[in-house]
């Protein structure tokens, strides 16, 4: 799809998710960073920035992802499926996603942040990634959240079941050790 140049960033994160808001204040708070939010002086600054948000869509990612893991590798044990929901949802996994779709573009950060590359920081992008998963949660719905959420899972649980096996060797002797008590 493409996306008009002439949009602001906000419209344009909107049209590249197939998702349009309902409630522009929860896009504006999914994609506000407490270093801006904490630059207004206003006591409730906890309040204005995506802190809650990406607390709620930790959760709303990991019931999304273990339910499309879970059906969609029945064949896989608990385990196997444990290591592939880590390698989805780790911070560097989000924050590709984040990039994918321009997230940095559309972030309010303070001015120490700006200026020293906040705009490209993993944990920041990671952050605001769950943050923006939460606010369609909150507008749309588990449906739209998962809508939204599933072609990163499916990219990148492809790309982890094909490694599977080679990555994590801590979590495969303790199955091995487990499994021959």
């Known amino acids: 799809?493409?996306?008009?140049?002439?949009?602001?960033?906000?419209?344009?994160?909107?049209?590249?998710?197939g998702y349009t808001f309902s409630?522009?204040?929860?896009?504006?708070?999914?994609?506000?960073h407490s270093s801006h939010s904490n630059e207004t002086g206003d006591k409730n600054h906890h309040l204005l920035c995506n802190e809650r948000l990406e607390f709620l869509g930790d959760s709303v990612l990991s019931i999304a992802v273990s339910r499309y893991l879970y059906t969609t590798y029945p064949q896989e044990g608990e385990g196997v499926l444990t290591n592939m929901r880590k390698d989805v949802v780790c911070a560097e996994a989000l924050a590709r996603y984040a990039r994918r779709i321009g997230i940095g573009d559309c972030l309010y950060l303070g001015n120490g942040e700006e200026l020293s590359g906040g705009r490209d920081k993993?944990?920041?992008?990671a952050d605001a990634f769950e943050a923006l998963l939460a606010a369609i949660y909150l507008d749309g719905g588990m449906e739209e959240?998962?809508?939204?959420?599933l072609p990163f899972l499916k990219r990148e649980s492809e790309k982890t079941i094909k490694t599977e096996g080679t990555s994590?060797?801590?979590?495969?002797?303790?199955?091995?050790?487990?499994?021959?008590k």
């Open 1 to 17: 799809m493409a996306v008009e140049t002439y949009m602001n960033p906000m419209e344009r994160l909107e049209a590249t998710i």
């Open 23 to 32: 409630d522009k204040k929860l896009l504006r708070q999914a994609m506000t």
């Open 122 to 125: 993993e944990n920041i992008l």
């Open 145 to 149: 959240a998962k809508n939204f959420i």
């Open 168 to 180: 994590d060797y801590k979590t495969a002797l303790q199955e091995i050790i487990q499994k021959n």
